[in-house]
């Protein structure tokens, strides 16, 4: 008597229980909005280190790939949850008898032999690896756009300040020349000349405005802030300094060591021996284990059986044979990153090379000019030559620092593409990533 109580009110108690469920949440994309347009202030310090600090904490990009670790950590609790046991019930009625009914209560409880749940959770541990290595590969391309665009920033700070003041030579030489035309000391053609470079000079000055414009956007955007917050920490940073660095690439054997491809490769490789791992482990036969009640006729009976699959016909022989064809083709994959990599780095240490011997040249010509302006200022001052002299000397040396700052830059890019090949700061204190990525282990 007391099971025909007892199964029917535990069920019931467990089926209430599984009805709840968390509160409601909604999203409020005005707030989000407001959050994006009042930024927390920049750090401190170096501009390019205080930019990749906001974009690491603040990006949609770096927050997107934090969620998604997230729901990557939840899963490992899904997979170490147990299957749920089933109940059964059933009445039947025979007529004619003192006690026509007959209840039948029953539980299936599956039992996992052969490690399926350990390796169900060891799939969402490596799960968990492959979106923290997705985080630090959104982090390291966040730095690296932020400082990509913070070098052409520079490069177009520097390049409308020579713009303006070439265009500001060009209108002195032009005033100049219309005296000498006007007491006839030139000829016309010689005038016009002048006015058309001057014409030029100004178009360059309002494309070289434009440029910076957009400069200043997409450093914005690659930082993840609004331009209006960004401007004012832009318009008290200091010149970059136009001598090469000196510091030398890592050995190449790193770029294997510190690129994420080939970590994702390496873990792409866990996956799939646990893979293979669990299709093994599918031969192992499940158990379900199956308690019951009955009350039949007045007449009360406890039952116990079990239930088990025979894998006869299915032993996993397909799923099998792919994980170990997969083999080769991780292996494959890991060679070909290898090579990539060290290819890439091969190709990367040569330009910054070439940029490097570039600028070098680029400033002993910028030496040179400012040596031949400083004879030229001299010699106006001493009467031995006139303004124009010094203007034509002056626009020489604009456009040697002109030259200068695109070798500059283009240095500044190399260096940064020697680093995305090594996928590491070639400065030894800075960090490349906002934790540690989990490594791989090399099959």
């Not at 009625?93 to 029953?106: D, I, M, Q, R």
């Not at 070798?407 to 204190?429: G, H, I, M, N, S």
Request: aromatic content about 4%; proline content about 7%.
């Amino acid at each position: 008597m007391r099971g025909r109580v007892l199964l029917p009110s535990l069920t019931l108690l467990l089926l209430a229980g599984a009805c709840a469920r968390p509160p409601h949440a909604r999203l409020d994309p005005a707030q989000t909005l407001r959050e994006f347009q009042h930024p927390a202030p920049l750090p401190a310090g170096d501009l390019a280190t205080a930019l990749t600090t906001v974009a690491w904490k603040d990006h949609p990009d770096l927050d997107l790939a934090r969620a998604e670790l997230a729901a990557a950590r939840a899963g490992i609790r899904t997979a170490e949850a147990h299957p749920n046991p089933s109940f059964g019930f059933g009445a039947t009625k025979a007529e004619g008898g003192p006690l026509p009914w007959t209840l039948t209560y029953g539980l299936a409880i599956p039992v996992e032999l052969g490690g399926k749940r350990r390796l169900r959770v060891r799939q969402a541990e490596l799960q968990v690896q492959a979106a923290q290595l997705t985080v630090a590969d959104t982090a390291w391309r966040l730095r690296m756009g932020v400082r990509t665009a913070l070098v052409d920033w520079q490069q177009a700070r520097e390049s409308a300040a020579l713009a303006d003041r070439s265009a500001a030579i060009w209108r002195q030489l032009l005033a100049l020349q219309d005296r000498r035309l006007a007491l006839g000391e030139i000829a016309g053609p010689e005038q016009a000349a002048t006015a058309q470079e001057t014409r030029r000079a100004e178009a360059a000055r309002l494309t070289a405005q434009e440029t910076l414009r957009r400069a200043q956007a997409t450093l914005a955007l690659a930082a993840g802030i609004p331009d209006a917050a960004l401007a004012p920490r832009l318009a008290t940073e200091p010149p970059p300094d136009l001598n090469p660095g000196t510091a030398a690439p890592p050995a190449q054997t790193d770029a294997l060591l510190h690129r994420l491809d080939v970590r994702r490769v390496l873990l792409d490789w866990d996956r799939n021996e646990t893979t293979l791992d669990q299709e093994v482990a599918q031969r192992v036969p499940n158990l379900s284990i199956g308690p019951g009640y009955s009350f039949d006729q007045g007449v009360e009976r406890w039952t116990l059986g079990f239930t088990v699959d025979l894998p006869l016909f299915d032993r996993r022989q397909g799923p099998i044979a792919e994980a170990l064809a997969r083999r080769k083709v991780i292996e494959a994959r890991l060679r070909q990153t290898e090579a990539q990599a060290l290819s890439g780095a091969g190709l990367a240490e040569a330009r910054l090379a070439a940029a490097r011997q570039a600028l070098k040249a680029q400033l002993q010509a910028l030496q040179a000019t400012q040596s031949r302006l400083a004879v030229a200022k001299r010699t106006l001052a001493l009467g031995g030559s006139d303004r124009g002299n010094l203007l034509a000397a002056e626009l020489e040396a604009l456009q040697a620092r002109s030259l200068a700052v695109e070798a500059w830059a283009e240095t500044a890019r190399a260096r940064l593409a020697v680093e995305d090949a090594f996928q590491k700061p070639l400065d030894p204190t800075e960090q490349p990533y906002p934790f540690k990525p989990a490594p791989g282990a090399r099959p």
